[in-house]
């Protein structure tokens, strides 16, 4: 989509400015412009994800039997369809500046989301209360600040709030000995894996790099490769998981 002309563009009524000033600011509006244009590919990786997360999320409940399982289990399928659905309405639509600025927010917003989302079934299915309690609180605490602070500071600076998903997606790090010996090792290589291929799409969203082909297939939609990998992977895992304890 061509994204929405931004405000350092469309506030250049003032002629008053003289005309080397006006030269500048017409080569730094121009400058953004390029910037601004999207890849052909943008949204399209998370719009086909999204009916498969539908799908593999029913299938993903049918694999358990409690409630607590249930609980759990819907709450990751949950978290990841608001995830890749509100990515691709934002990124394939054209909107106004307001509805753009709210669409902005949910989806950064979404990111804190399916991580605690996906240490919801994890915690609560491999761990004793008495530790799954501690890290369930403290991730979905975390994930609630994080959406505060994207809600009312959507401008941050990309090297101020990429390490903060790094960093609470690592949080579970203390209680990997725990997921293996309740999940297995299976279970724990999938959970390091998908944590690492998350880790990689967040490094290379940070830095912008590679930026494969700026026209069709960027750095973004390498960044959406990854997630998307991440989340198959973390979603056999949970599924053995569910299999197992649910």
Aim: net charge positive; proline share 5%; aromatic share 12%.
């Amino acid at each position: 989509m061509t994204a929405p002309v931004p405000d350092a563009i469309t506030n250049t009524q003032d002629t008053s400015r003289d005309s080397t000033s006006g030269s500048d600011s017409a080569s730094s509006s121009d400058s953004s412009v390029l910037e601004e244009v999207k890849p052909k590919m943008r949204g399209w990786l998370h719009a086909g994800m999204f009916p498969a997360v539908l799908v593999s999320g029913i299938a993903l409940l049918a694999l358990t039997d409690s409630t607590r399982a249930r609980i759990a289990c819907g709450i990751y399928v949950l978290t990841a369809s608001l995830l890749f659905g509100v990515s691709a309405i934002y990124h394939r639509g054209t909107w106004s500046p307001r509805a753009d600025g709210v669409l902005r927010r949910l989806d950064h917003a979404n990111i804190f989301l399916i991580i605690a989302g996906t240490y919801t079934p994890l915690t609560m299915l491999l761990l004793p209360d008495s530790k799954g309690q501690w890290l369930l609180w403290g991730v979905w605490g975390a994930a609630v600040a994080g959406i505060l602070f994207r809600v009312f500071w959507v401008g941050a600076p990309r090297w101020l709030y990429t390490p903060c998903y790094i960093a609470m997606g690592w949080a579970a790090v203390f209680f990997l000995p725990d997921f293996l010996r309740a999940g297995g090792i299976a279970v724990l290589v999938l959970v390091i894996v998908g944590g690492l291929l998350y880790s990689a799409g967040g490094v290379i969203y940070g830095i912008k790099r590679p930026n494969p082909s700026p026209r069709f297939f960027g750095f973004h939609e390498v960044f959406h490769s990854l997630t998307l990998a991440a989340f198959a992977v973390h979603y056999v895992g949970i599924s053995l998981v569910a299999y197992q304890h649910g």
